[in-house]
């Protein structure tokens, strides 16, 4: 059997650092990236046979755990139709009506492979709707890495302490506005200081690529306002929440009832089922300048994949309010096993959640931007993680992570994770 080490060797001569997205080369807490080999519900197999129970979910899709029956069995059915069709295909339609059906004020969606993809496409019809230039994002929310998006974009360039990315042109970081979360003060002066050109603020419906943020109480509402009365757009990116923090996403659980809404929505990971796939969503009028319908340009090969499309909509249909209801007593649980074995052992740390998405930070201190996430305790994190390998648990190598559960955790795993947890704990306390 080969080794990961020689694995990761090998890799590394044919892959930029061994990896096909940075996080994964284990960067931030060093050793060995554990090559995948297979896995079925909460458990996942590297390729030297060892078993860890899965808390990253393939960083968000695998709400259901991996292989679920369901989900197979759609991507067997279609594939056998083609994995490919470059046309119109019922799969895409069937997912698009359920998206309809499931988000108003949803009325239109367009299919895209990544979440990088969808955003950018949101922030290109902001810019071709209102005819302006700028954007303001907010430090530490990641939306993928198009070029326009990708200052203080928190996660995975936080993890490996990366300057914004050399490659971006000063005119294309100079159309981007970054001010820190959850200050709407600051946002409306930067909307005052630039009257008349930003065409959108872009925020993470609920921050959770500095570690999990709970959005301060009427921000998202506040932007909302600032935006309709600047003539802005609003786009919320639920690439990482939609489907996740429930049915609806946090769209459903927190803004719906509220009468307002978000120009523009973006959707990634559990909306595709672990196949490439994304989306923007939002109302026919503003959804309608995109072309063929209108004159926006956005355009993909494999857009709509029928295997893709199948895989996500055997996802959403598979996700029950009995799952989320799991999800949620699942966090919870794990919440309060990580607190214990970390208080017990005396290491400062903060637990931040927003339904059943939360992370751990190394700090005593609350943790409300990117500034306060960036004082943890990396190392203390680095120790804390290598013994839940060891253990034979599988969290993201980085404290800028949320953590991921699925519907397939149960006793079983968790006592792997009662058993790991005080010994991860008492790691991290040995500085
Ligand atoms: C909120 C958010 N937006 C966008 C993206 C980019 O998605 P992708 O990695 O599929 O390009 C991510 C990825 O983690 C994300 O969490």
Redesign the pocket.
Known sequence: MTSNEELFARAKNVMPGGVSSPVRAYGAVGGTPRFAAKAEGAWITDAEGKQYVDLVGS?GPMILGHAHPAVLEAIQRTAERSSSFGAPCLPELALAEKIVTMVQPVDRVRFTS???EA?MTAVRLARGATGRDKIIKFAGC???HSDSLLAAAGSGVATLGLPDSPGVTRGTAADTIVLPYGRLDLVEEAFTADDGQVAAVVT?AVP??MGVIVPPEGFNKGLREICSRHGAKLIM?E??TGFRVGPTGYFGAAVKDEGWAPDLLTY?KVVGGGVPM?AVAGGAELMDLLAPAGPVYQAGTLSGNPVASAAGLATLENATPEVYEHLDRASERLRALIADALSTEGVPHRINNWGNLFSVFFTADEVTDYDSAKTQDTAAFGRFFHTLLDEGVWIAPSSFEAWFVSDALGDREFDVLAAALPKAAKAAARG
């Open positions: 960083w990544s979440g990088t955003v990641y939306h993928g993470e959770a690529n990116d690439v990482l990634g994304s």
